[in-house]
Structures are given as structure tokens and as C-alpha cells.
């Protein structure tokens, strides 16, 4: 237990070390812990920063769904008239041409009788002329009718 | 043990006798051979085995820390950098508790006192006649293992605790800020006369209260440690003493070596801290 120069060999061996540690020890070693805090610091802001916008990008995909659907119903809508508009304008074109042949049928009948009928009027005309003919063959004689013949020689 | 011719006498101060390296009275260097040899060398004498196992606990953990800091990743840490980082942790936090000033030298320091005053003690659990026997082997007939129970290696700790003590005091409030704290308070008076009486009363008190740093420092750990090694020694003794002595010895060995644990831990906590509270004191004005 004698105080002697231990003393001062164990001072500076406590200096050194102090010095040592301070720079090869506690200085990486406190600027690994402050990066790494730095770093879970800014991940979990990250992380909170990614939640508020999931939240955000949530309301918005709501809002855009719920437009979307307003659209699609007015889309159908519209559809259904303009469906209904067509299925009018077509029953509409098809009666209009349905009239329109009809009555062009109808004129093409009427022609057909006509001619039909002239046919008929012409043959019958014919046919009473032979009859006449035949009969009239029988009575009639220049001689027979001769007054009626000098009366029409006198008309000319 | 090392009791066969010894008696109990002996072998308690040749436990207690360091590896001493001087001069002898005949004029010679060398080592001495006994503790009365040791006594005579003086001041002039170094004991080796203290410097030696300091030295060398010293450089185990600053080599085991410095490596772990070059390697530190800011990733996930391992095992070994965890176990580092929780002990600078827990220092920086006991710094930032005690601490307020800003100074970078404060923190490293606590460390280093921290963990060397730790592991000096540790070498007190080692039973006491392991290490003597094997350097008894190895030639060498003294060897103190525990360097906290060195009066010397407390002392050199405590006097570079309180020459920083001295240090900061000056440079934060100057040379008369220090000297006017030694002497104007706690007495004072609005009388310059009688402030003047004061001056030697409050420089009594003052400098009492800062010369009790450093020796309170050094001789609380010396205490501890020393009376610590001492029961171990004296619990060793009972080996030599029969059978039934010999394992009630044992238990008794067992039973302090864990207790123990929690002193050694404490004692260096306890050094850490005070040096923190002290270099705190001399950063600011009271």
C-alpha cells in the first residue's frame, strides 16, 4: 500500500485511455446510434406520411367510384331513351312504308283491272260484231236495203 | 493455497504485497522481495502487477469497444454491438441526467471509468489464489491482481477526475470566478471589512469540500475493493483449516463473490457518476 509512481503511470494510462475512447470508441459508436435514429425517425414518418395519403387516395377512389357509378346510371339512362327513341323511329319508317307499298299495291291492282277490264270491253266489242255479222248476213242485202242505202248516198 | 509454511499472518500480507520494481537500498533497480523491500524503495518504485493487469483490462476493452465501434452498422445491430451499445446507451443517458453543460470530453470519460473501474473489480472474483499460484510458477512471488485495491490506481484516477475538475473551473469562470468561489461564499457580507475576516473562514471550508473530491473518489473504490479482496483472503484462509472448514469456506466464497457482483458494479457506477456530478459542478457558478 505505498503511494510511489504507480501513481502517475496509472494517470497517464487513464488520460490515454479517455483520449482513446473518445475518439475510436464513443464518437462511431454515438454517430451509428444518431443515423440510426435519424433513419427509424424519418421511416416512421415516412410510414405516417404513406398512411394519411392511403387515407386520401381511399376518400378519393370513394369520391371517383361514386362518380363513376352516377355516370354509368345517367350512361344507361340515356341508352334506354335513345333505345326507345330508335325502337319509335323504326315502328314509325315502318308503318309510313308499310302505307306507302300498300297503296303502290293497291294503284298496280287498279292498273291491272283496268287493263283487265279494256281487255274484256274489246273482246266483247269483237264478239258482238262476229254475232252481228253472222245474223245480219242472213237479212241483209244490197237489195233489201236499198232505200236505206240511196238515202245515205244522197246525205254524201 | 500457498499456506504450506506460511502462517496465516504471512500469507495475508504476501496477498497484500504488490509486485514492486525500484531501487534498493544498496543502490540496485529491480524487485523487491519483500514488503518490507517494497516499503523502503519509496516513491521511485513501481508496482507492476497493478500496471500490469490495468494496462491490460484497459486495453481488452478498448480494443473489444473500438472494434465493435469500427464495425457499428446504423442497420440492425448483432449481438456483440448491441451489448456495446446498451452500456454507451446507458452511460449517455446517465450523462444527459447529471450533466447540463455541453462538453464532448464528459460523456467518453464516463465510459472509460465506467468499464475499466468494472472490469478491475471483476479480477476480484477470480479466487484469490489462482493467479499468485500461477505466477509463483512462472517465478514471480508477488502478484496483487485486483488494481482497484491499489491505492495507487484510485488515486491516479481520482487526481485526473479532479485536475479536469480544476481544469474546467478555470476555463469556465476564469481564475478569479474559481478563487472568488473558494473564498466569498458561503459567508459574506455587505462590510468589506468583514467580508475580508470572511475570506479565510469560506477558503478553509471551500477548499476542504474540493479537496474531499478527489480523495473521497479514490478512497471510496480503494475502501470497498480492498476490504472486498480482504474477506476473500481471509475466507481463503479456511481452506488450510480442515475439511468442514474448508466447505463451509467455500459456501461463505460463493455466497460474498455474489455479492460481490453487485458491489463491484456499484462501486464503478457510483466513481461514473460523482466524476459526472463533479465536472457538472464545475461548469456552473453557485
Redesign the interface.
Known amino acids: 500500500m505505498n503511494i510511489n509512481l504507480t501513481l502517475i503511470g496509472q494517470l497517464l494510462s487513464f488520460a490515454v485511455f479517455v483520449w482513446f475512447t473518445m475518439k475510436f470508441v464513443w464518437t462511431p459508436i454515438m454517430g451509428a446510434l444518431e443515423t440510426r435514429k435519424k433513419e427509424i425517425a424519418d421511416g416512421l414518418s415516412a410510414a405516417e406520411r404513406g398512411q394519411h395519403e392511403q387515407e386520401l387516395a381511399k376518400e378519393r377512389a370513394k369520391d371517383v367510384l361514386h362518380e363513376a357509378k352516377a355516370q354509368a346510371a345517367e350512361i344507361v339512362a340515356q341508352a334506354q331513351k335513345r333505345a326507345a327513341e330508335i325502337v319509335d323511329d323504326s315502328k314509325a319508317t315502318a308503318r309510313t312504308e308499310g302505307e306507302r307499298i300498300l297503296s303502290a299495291a293497291q294503284a298496280e291492282i287498279e292498273q291491272a283491272a283496268n287493263r283487265a277490264r279494256e281487255q274484256l270491253r274489246e273482246k266483247i266489242g269483237r264478239l258482238v260484231v262476229a254475232g252481228a255479222e253472222k245474223i245480219l248476213r242472213k237479212e241483209i242485202g244490197a237489195d233489201v236495203h236499198q232505200d236505206i242505202v240511196t238515202a245515205l248516198a244522197k246525205e254524201i | 493455497m500457498s499456506g504450506e509454511t506460511l502462517t496465516s499472518g504471512e500469507y495475508i500480507k504476501h496477498h497484500?504485497t504488490?509486485l514492486?520494481f525500484?531501487k534498493h537500498a544498496d543502490g540496485g533497480w529491480g524487485i523487491a522481495h519483500s514488503a518490507a523491500e517494497?516499503?523502503e524503495?519509496?516513491?521511485?518504485?513501481?508496482?507492476l502487477d497493478?500496471?500490469f493487469w490495468?494496462?491490460l483490462l484497459?486495453a481488452l476493452?478498448?480494443y473489444f469497444?473500438?472494434k465493435?465501434?469500427?464495425s457499428?452498422?446504423?442497420?440492425i445491430p448483432g449481438g456483440v454491438q448491441n451489448f456495446?451499445?446498451w452500456i454507451?446507451?446507458f452511460i449517455?443517458s446517465s450523462v444527459r441526467g447529471s450533466f447540463s453543460a455541453r462538453n464532448?470530453?464528459v460523456?467518453?470519460?464516463a465510459?472509460?471509468i465506467f468499464v475499466?473501474i468494472f472490469l478491475q473489480n471483476l479480477m476480484d472474483l477470480v479466487p484469490v489464489d489462482v493467479i499468485p499460484e500461477i505466477s509463483k510458477l512462472l517465478g514471480i512471488h508477488f502478484m496483487k491482481v485486483v488494481?482497484s485495491t491499489?491505492?495507487?490506481?484510485t488515486?491516479?484516477?481520482a487526481?485526473?477526475v479532479f485536475l479536469l475538475v480544476l481544469f474546467y473551473s478555470i476555463k469556465i469562470k476564469g481564475v478569479g470566478g474559481f478563487v472568488g468561489e473558494l473564498t466569498l461564499q458561503p459567508f459574506s457580507s455587505k462590510n468589506p471589512v468583514v467580508n475580508l475576516l470572511f475570506i479565510p473562514i469560506n477558503f478553509i471550508l471551500e477548499f476542504v469540500s474540493l479537496a474531499a473530491k478527489p480523495i473521497s473518489l479514490a478512497l471510496r473504490l480503494f475502501g470497498n475493493m480492498y476490504a472486498g479482496e480482504m474477506i476473500f483472503i481471509l475466507i481463503a484462509i479456511m481452506y488450510n483449516a480442515g475439511l468442514i472448514l474448508g466447505l463451509f469456506g467455500g459456501v461463505l466464497q460463493l455466497g460474498w463473490a455474489i455479492f460481490h457482483i453487485l458491489i463491484i458494479t456499484l462501486q464503478a457506477f457510483i466513481f461514473m457518476t460523482l466524476t459526472i456530478v463533479y465536472l457538472d459542478m464545475a461548469h456552473h457558478e453557485h
Open positions: 497484500l504488490n514492486t525500484g517494497a516499503k524503495m519509496g516513491f521511485w518504485a513501481i508496482h497493478t500496471m490495468s494496462l484497459g476493452f478498448l469497444f473500438s465493435t465501434a469500427k457499428a452498422t446504423r442497420g456495446v451499445e454507451v446507451e449517455d464532448t470530453l460523456a467518453p470519460l465510459l472509460t475499466w488494481p491499489d491505492p495507487n490506481a488515486f491516479g484516477m487526481i485526473g
